[in-house]
């Protein structure tokens, strides 16, 4: 769970320890998917989702599972992507 502010854009980043092949994905703090999923977006074949902008404030799920039959360990990662930011890095 990680807690959004509404109007404010963040970055979401799950990369393997264990498990070789990340797939990232956010659900609203009803539960609801919002439609951000994300495969190989970060480095090799972990995830990365670039500038989320939460539309209401309140507990978010991140899930992540393992692309096809991968299984095993991971790490995650959240971050307010700030105006000044000039480079997007999935591990900030």
């Known amino acids: 769970m990680v807690n959004l502010t509404q109007g404010t854009t963040y970055d979401f980043y799950a ?43 309140g507990s978010y799920s991140l899930r992540v599972d393992g692309y096809g039959t991968h299984t095993g360990s991971y790490v995650v990662g959240a971050h307010v992507d700030y105006v000044y930011d000039q480079i997007d890095t999935p591990l900030a």
Do not use: E, K
């Not at 320890?17 to 539960?31: F, K, Q, R």
């Not at 609801?32 to 209401?56: E, H, K, L, R």
């Open 15 to 57: 990369g393997g320890i264990t498990l070789d092949d990340t797939v990232l994905s956010l659900y609203d703090p009803l539960g609801n998917p919002v439609n951000v999923t994300n495969d190989d977006g970060g480095w090799g074949q972990d995830s990365f989702i670039d500038d989320f902008t939460a539309s209401s404030t």
